[in-house]
């Protein structure tokens, strides 16, 4: 099982630096992989996490840390799509995966702040129809010499697109726990990006994509699983890794042993100290025994 690390771009860190020198940081340590969040007001359980603190955009923040590192994977978790403008979100990534070298993952999602969506100009009750959509208009910009599209948001064709990605294509994972996320996932995804399921959990949602994707034609094993998980305490409606190394080790297990290929860690902290402190931990302590 590959680690992944949080860059915490949703903790209210009042200088940015800490995130992109914690991606080096990360990159020397050996992670597979660093993540970064989506939204863009401070509202609902954003608001009372962090207050009118910064919360740092997260393609402009990862194509920092491009420039900045050669090897470590750039994550999404997750861009909510109806949020962005696919067209341009398409361009956005495809040139942060030439510029990366092709280390671009792209978790996306549906969302869930009707207020937040308002204000961005997305109709609520239709982000699962434009979540969709506009995973079809990215493809199909990142893949033909000739893209045309017609849809219910999107329309266009007799233009060329550029630059194409380096990777073929970007892989598009999917997040979410809703039975409508797995059933996303199973139909479109390229992965299935889960968040704070308890390792019971995610085995009753891994046999449902397997389920799902059986029914759609495609081959599960296709379908990597991720996960993102805390460094905290467990609470009610969200599991979490623990805070000390035997613990974390001993669930990780638990999700490496369900087949998880990716396990997303976040530090939940904004003191730059700790968040490094945490890193090192995990480099030093988990990753070795989950190697073994």
Known sequence: MRIGFSLLN???????????????????????????HDHVF????????????????????????AGRTQRVRLGTSVLVLPY??????????????ALSGGRLVMGVGVGLIEKEM??????YAERGAFTDESIAVMR???AQDDPKFDGKYYQFDGMKFS?????????????????????????LGDGWQPLGLAPEALGEGIAQLRAEAQACGRDASKIPVSIAMSLAAARAGRHALGTKPAEIIKNAKAYAS???????????????????????????????????
Request: glycine residues 8%; proline residues 8%; charged residues 20%.
């Open 10 to 36: 949703n903790w209210g860190f009042d200088d940015p630096q800490p995130l992109v020198d914690l991606a080096c940081r990360a990159e020397e340590l050996g992670i597979d992989s660093v993540w970064a």
């Open 42 to 65: 401070n509202v609902g359980h954003v608001f009372d996490r962090i207050g009118g603190k910064p919360y740092y955009e997260p393609l402009t923040l990862l194509g920092f840390v």
């Open 84 to 97: 962005h403008n696919a067209v341009r979100l398409a361009k956005t990534a495809a040139t942060l995966d």
């Open 118 to 123: 308002r204000a961005m100009g997305s109709p």
């Open 140 to 142: 199909a910009l990142w």
């Open 163 to 187: 630059p194409k990605p380096k990777q073929k294509p970007i892989p598009v994972v999917i997040g979410g726990v809703s039975r409508a996320a797995i059933r996303r996932a199973a139909r």
């Open 258 to 292: 369900l087949g998880v290929e990716t396990l997303i860690i976040s530090a939940n902290t904004s003191e730059p100290r700790e968040a490094r402190s945490a890193l090192e931990m995990i480099a030093r302590e988990v990753s070795p025994a989950l190697a073994g």
